[in-house]
């Protein structure tokens, strides 16, 4: 043994074989620590948890221990040894791209093969028959392999899951379905361990838990865990903006040219934006001031996937110097040397920012650079709040997920077309997965209940039950339809009714009133992408609207397409949801809240800042750490009520419904509201002070917990959200189907009827199993209930009311965004600005 | 994010009908969704769907198999408030052939108690070319072919030529289920609605789960006038748009 090898052997304690300790040191790299354990853990046959940052070799990480056993033949069975999953289908390919490099050069022998959408069905069905020894694949194609009659064949010689970028699958419904889906895994394959790859996350143990087979007894079992030291810590600064910072709007746009100078100085820069709106608004204004004529481009969810395809591949070709996106870049894949990340609006949470960061600088050893740049003065202290728990190295990623119903009833279906099954020992199966390990075996009657005729009290479907028990008490499914119609509504992911935006003759604007929807529109142009429908539901026609970095005016809509012309030379008029979809983190929320009662804090505010928080000292009092500020003050003839509680607008629109609600209860002749991430509006003809310093109601009865009773239900009944929230459940149920054999429904039809099936079901059985499900996600989907609960639950016995004679300086930001149109473009800007001025005046007394 | 306005009554009770003019016969457009002629005592209601729930149930869709119930339901009210004579079914009253064989003892019960007393005309659409079993004395009253009483003909698919110009008579039907989305400043609402011109109207589906077609899409080309209007149905009224104004 020469002396070289001897190193490289006591290197990695003979867990490394000796070619892959030299493919290493050819590299000029050396296995890290944790790839190491992991091999260990392997080779132990435990379940292993790896956090690690970006950059830490991850990936190669979780393939390595595959790679030897492979490679050593140590192999009882032939056939499938690996299942790779990742919530994305180009990370898959990536990933198996990136896997050739060592198996190529260490002369490996193995097949690597991916399975997605896009996989031709002759490929699929030769990896069926014939598996390759590593596949990667999704959740969704997991979930239709098990579904088949080869499931048995295929992953009984499975030996290891690699699940990537985990933290991202748990928190949702993806992530409930995988957990089945594992645990059907293990039942196949009982030799099988599970490693999960996670970015760093509140709790750790969660997701150790959700790896590991969960047990009778509840006894909790965990996965072994493997951390990688951090790396490098980023370099974050908050934009210390020259210019006058906006009291409200999520744009960033008094901000431009400083965001443009931060890309002339970078190689490659990152630009987030939390909505698809704010991208198009952002990347319009970034070209009109781009003198340089930088390669900047625009990637976002609705824009035609090949177009976002080009933008990828010039990305790695390093022919851009900016790409504002959204969400859409968050996740996985290397897209090119970026070295800097700037974040235009709120962070909305520590852990999402952080990892909007590790996307500058895949390398360990180099710090990422990020700027955040706040659009708004609340923002700017979110942004503080998430530099200071960035540094703090704190998290604030969403608490694990109890199983949901509707996923459960929908890998019912899965299990049945695999094969008969017995119902005792699916429902410890089903158990043995973490979300579903407190399913009680009535709810798990129940959705079987569902899933074979309906589940209802009246029992009038029996004969056309889906799946039926045998005389020898097994369930099988009643015909090949059955399997057929569940293969083709497969998965969590429920799209938003979309329409495709479509290019259209121009018609002249002076000549077409009323005309307008007589008679067919010209059908003839392309296609520009898609949109949410509920992004046109308050456009009028004629109106004009940012797309793809172009302005368009809305001529009409005829069945699923929105028909649009381009306005030249014009502002584009509205920009439906503005706001993003994420709220604000409690955790940030409350670090937010501790800043504004705590002056000492305010010294690493900007200036303007401070000022504002201290005119709101003077003038009214500060939002403290654990109360809720409530102030009442006239208007313009109107009176309002301004509550502080920071809780996300989700929960304060829900607020709002349940507060006004009571008012007029109460008579207090409310009129409308308006929430933000902060703060909550509501105004009326009744001089609300004078009525809450009457004690009637007193502050405290306002805001009671009570009003997640009656009045909450009887607003659920007919809350579009919540028949948003029920239409999700009927189709991942498999109540609702989304496309039926041989023909396309559209989403429109698809919708009118989830709502009126929601209508009759609360009607007649209020307790259905589906209704649940609903009510489960509205507790922290779009209602936001849970989180609404625990703060009037937090503020009890402690509201401070202030009855103010005018505005406070802290209610301008909420009191701006009243009856406003999100607009963006110069002229809007300007009417806005000048509305700020005043009531900004207004609240000094000036 | 601002709260949306709910299209929810504001007037008295008396105003759940808009008036509206078919042949220069006077119309109310109830805000249930159907027709009440004054002059005739006769009650219009287009597009039951009774049993399609378990229409969908039997290709493995088990909707909540309430929906004759509730329809059925909503229909006993609005006869009960307007008493009428004569009871016009616009067709497609039953989802299938075979759904008089699916529907429940009860429903039966109830379909003849409300047809009991009056006289009740089922127009066959192309749902339900034949009425199905089991109906008793209501099969005496089933015609496929429209019904015309004085100026008005009833039918269940909207004929393509009535817009020329000598013909005097007026037109109601079905089939379309027509429905619209009105936008405001603040927000927008997409419901059923009447549409009707001077000669033509098209009512709204009257069943627990038939759904609404845009008045804008091409089943509609041609068979209204410039200055159709849209009767949008709240929940306690009735609301007039001019269909070019909606969405």
Known sequence: ?846 | MSGMPKLTAQGPAASRAALLRIADVDCLADCSGVMFIPGAQALVVADLHLEKGSAFAQRGLMLPPYDTQATLAALTRVIAHYAPKLVIALGDSFHDAQAGERLGMESRGELKALASGRDWIWIGGNHDPVIPDGLGELHSSFTLAPTTTGALTFRHEPSPALLNASSAAGEVAGHLHPAARAVTRSGSARRKCFIADGSRCILPAFGAYTGGLSIHDAAFNGLFSEGAIAYLLGRERVYRVAAAQCL
């Open chain 1, 1 to 846: 043994m020469t002396l070289a090898r001897a190193k490289a052997k006591s290197d990695s304690e003979g867990l490394l074989p000796a070619h892959f300790t030299r493919w290493f040191a050819a590299r000029g790299w050396r296995a890290r620590p944790h790839q190491l354990e992991l091999i260990a853990r392997a080779q132990a046959r435990e379940n292993a948890l790896l956090i690690a940052p970006t950059g830490a070799g991850k990936t190669l990480a979780g393939f390595l221990p595959t790679l030897i056993e492979l490679d050593a033949g140590r192999r009882n069975l032939a056939g499938l040894h690996t299942l790779y999953i990742s919530p994305l289908k180009a990370l898959a390919v990536d990933v198996a791209r990136n896997l050739e490099t060592p198996v190529a050069e260490m002369n490996l022998p193995m097949r690597i093969e991916t399975r997605t959408g896009d996989t031709p069905a002759s490929r699929r069905q030769r990896q069926r028959r014939h598996p390759p020894d590593i596949l990667l694949t999704t959740p969704e194609q997991l979930a239709l392999l098990l579904g088949s009659a080869d499931a048995e064949y295929l992953f009984a010689p499975l030996r290891r899951v690699v699940i990537d970028e985990l933290h991202a699958i748990v928190t949702s419904k993806r992530g409930d379905l995988l957990a089945l889906g594992l645990a059907r895994l293990r039942a196949l394959a009982p030799a099988m361990t599970a490693v999960g790859l996670s970015a760093t996350v509140r709790d750790g143990d969660e997701l150790r838990r959700w790896l590991a087979p969960q047990t009778a007894d509840h006894r909790i079992s965990m996965a072994s865990l493997v951390t990688a030291p951090a790396g490098a810590s980023a370099h974050i600064s908050m934009l210390d903006t020259r210019e006058r910072l906006p009291w409200a709007g999520h744009g960033a746009l008094h901000a431009m040219q400083e965001i443009y100078a931060a890309i002339a100085a970078a190689r490659m820069t990152l630009v987030f934006v939390n909505t698809r709106a704010q991208a198009e608004a952002v990347f319009q204004q970034l070209w009109r001031i781009n003198d340089g004529n930088l390669a900047i481009a625009l990637h976002h969810g609705s824009l035609d996937a090949g177009q976002r395809r080009r933008v990828e591949a010039a990305m790695v070709e390093g022919k851009l110097r900016a790409v504002v996106c959204t969400s859409t870049l968050d996740l996985g894949i290397d897209w090119g040397d970026v070295d800097l990340v700037i974040n235009a609006g709120a962070p909305k949470g520590a852990s999402r920012i952080a990892q909007r960061i590790g996307r500058a600088n895949h390398r360990l050893d180099e710090s990422s650079r990020a700027i955040l740049v706040p659009a708004n003065r609340f923002e700017v202290l979110e942004c503080r709040a998430a530099i200071d728990a960035a540094a703090a190295g704190e998290q604030d990623t969403p608490a694990a997920r109890e199983g949901a119903l509707d996923v459960l009833a929908q890998h019912m279906l899965c299990r049945a077309c695999a094969g008969v099954f017995s119902a005792d020992e699916f429902f410890l199966e089903v158990t043995s997965a973490e979300p579903y390990a407190r399913l009680t075996r009535k709810d798990f009657d129940s959705t079987l209940a569902f899933a074979a005729t309906g589940g209802y009290a009246l029992a009038a479907y029996d004969r056309f039950a889906k799946i039926k028990r045998n005389r020898d008490g097994l369930w099988r499914i009643a015909n090949p339809r059955v399997a057929q119609s569940w293969r083709m509504n497969i998965g969590t992911i429920i799209e938003a009714e979309m329409l495709k935006v479509r290019l259209t003759r121009a018609r002249s604007a002076k000549t077409n009133d009323g005309a307008r929807y007589t008679g067919m529109l010209t059908r003839s142009g392309r296609v520009l992408g898609e949109i949410e429908e509920y992004f046109l539901e308050t456009l009028a026609p004629g109106d004009t609207f940012l797309f793809g970095g172009e302005i368009l005016a809305l001529q009409g809509i005829v069945e699923n397409e929105a028909l649009v012309n381009r306005a030249h030379g014009e502002s584009p008029k509205r920009l439906p949801m503005q706001a993003g979809k994420f709220p604000l983190s409690t955790y940030l929320a409350a670090r937010v809240r501790r800043m504004l009662s705590d002056p000492s804090c305010w010294q690493h505010l900007p200036e303007q800042v401070a000022e504002w928080l201290e005119l709101q000292r003077r003038f009214s009092a500060l939002p403290g750490a654990q109360n809720l500020l409530v102030e009442t003050f006239p208007r313009g003839g109107k009176f309002y009520l301004t509550a502080y509680p920071f809780e996300g607008r989700l929960a304060h629109q829900t607020l709002g419904m349940l507060l006004t609600r009571r008012m007029e209860r109460l008579h207090m002749r409310p009129q409308g509201f308006t929430a933000n991430d902060y703060a909550i509006t509501i105004w009326g003809l009744d001089d609300i002070g004078a009525r809450l310093r009457a004690g009637n109601p007193s502050t405290g009865a306002l805001f009671a917990q009570d009003m997640l009773g009656d009045d909450l239900e009887e607003w659920l009944d007919e809350s579009a959200l919540m028949k948003r929230t029920f239409r999700n459940c009927a189709m991942i149920a498999g109540l609702l189907e989304r496309r039926f054999p041989g023909k396309e429904k559209t989403a429109r039809q698809m919708t009118m009827s989830s709502d009126l099936v929601f209508d009759v079901l609360r009607r007649h059985e209020p307790d259905h199993i589906l209704l649940r499900a609903a009510r489960a996600d509205a507790m922290t989907g779009l209602l936001d209930l849970a989180r609404l609960a625990a703060m009037l639950s937090r503020i009890e016995g402690r509201i401070m009311h202030k009855d103010l004679e005018r505005i406070s300086p802290l209610a301008v930001p909420v009191m701006l965004e009243i009856g406003r149109e999100p607009v963006y473009g110069e002229a809007q800007d300007a009417v806005l600005a000048e509305a700020a001025k005043d009531l900004w005046n207004e609240a000094r007394g000036a």
